[in-house]
C-alpha cells in the first residue's frame, strides 16, 4: 500500500511543550559524557526522548523536534561534517529540544543508553553495503536489534527506512525472526513531489532517482525473559 510520512508519526502522548532550553552551541561526542548518558542533564529536563541513527544535516531532527515540542531529540552522526552541518542547523534554527553526538551509533546506543531509555527510534538510509564481503558492517545484525530492544522502552517503536529492496528484504527478514519485536507496518512510498520539509533531502534524492522508498515500523515487545 502507498505510504506517507504522516502515517508513521510517533505517539507523542500528552507531554506540553517543553520551554527555555539551551541551544547547544556545539554537537557532543560520547567519550566526554558519563556512562550511562544522563539523558535530563544533557537537555536540562526530563522528557520523552527521540533518537536518530545517522542524523545526516539534521533535517529530519529539526522538523521533528518542532513537531513535537515536548520531545528530547538525539541525533547520532559518525560523519564529524554532517556532524557539523546538523549542529550549525540547530543553532541557526534556535533549536533547543535536539542534541547532536558524532559517534559510532551501535557502539554508543550498547555502551552509553540506559535500559528503555529512548521513546522512539528513527533509522534512516543507513549504509547499505552492498558487496558480499562487506555484509557484515550492515548495521541491522542480530547484535543491534538485541540493543535497540535492550535500549527503546516497551512498547516504542522503531521507524526504518531504505531505498534498496534487497536490502530492504534483509531488514524486514531479521525483524520478522526476532522474537523482540512486532512489525505493524512495512510499506513502498512512490511519491517524489511532496514537500521537501517533510522529508530528508536524501529521502527526495531517492523518491526521484529510485522512484521508491521502502519503510517498516516495529513495535518493541516487552522482555519475557
Not at 20 to 43: I, N, Q
Not at 104 to 119: K, N, R, V
Not at 138 to 148: C, G, K, M, S, V
Request: glycine content about 8%.
Amino acid at each position: 500500500p502507498e505510504l506517507r510520512t504522516s502515517d508513521f508519526e510517533p505517539d507523542i502522548g500528552s507531554c506540553a511543550p517543553l520551554a527555555d532550553l539551551t541551544v547547544a552551541s556545539d554537537f557532543l561526542e560520547p567519550e566526554r559524557e558519563p556512562k550511562p548518558l544522563d539523558m535530563a542533564g544533557l537537555f536540562g529536563v526530563p522528557a520523552p526522548l527521540e533518537v536518530e541513527v545517522g542524523c545526516g544535516n539534521g533535517r529530519f531532527l529539526r522538523r521533528a523536534a518542532a513537531e513535537r515540542p515536548g520531545h528530547l531529540f538525539l541525533g547520532i552522526e559518525r560523519s564529524l561534517s554532517y556532524a557539523r552541518k546538523a549542529r550549525d542547523r540547530m543553532v541557526k534554527y534556535g533549536v533547543g529540544n535536539v542534541r547532536i553526538f558524532r559517534a559510532d551509533a551501535t557502539a554508543f546506543l550498547a555502551e552509553w543508553f540506559p535500559e528503555g531509555s529512548i521513546h522512539t527510534l528513527h533509522v534512516y538510509f543507513t549504509d547499505p553495503w552492498p558487496k558480499t564481503k562487506h555484509a557484515k558492517r550492515r548495521i541491522f545484525q542480530p547484535p543491534f536489534l538485541e540493543t535497540i530492544h535492550r535500549v527503546v522502552r516497551p512498547g516504542g517503536q522503531v521507524f526504518v527506512k531504505v531505498d534498496l529492496p534487497w536490502y530492504f528484504g534483509e531488514i524486514l527478514g531479521r525483524f520478522d525472526r526476532s522474537t523482540r519485536f512486532d512489525v505493524i507496518a512495512n510499506c513502498a512510498e512512490t511519491d517524489p513531489d511532496r514537500d521537501l520539509y517533510d522529508i530528508t533531502g536524501f529521502e527526495q534524492k531517492a523518491l526521484i532517482k529510485k522512484g521508491v522508498v521502502y519503510s517498516l515500523v516495529a513495535v518493541n515487545r516487552p522482555n519475557q525473559d
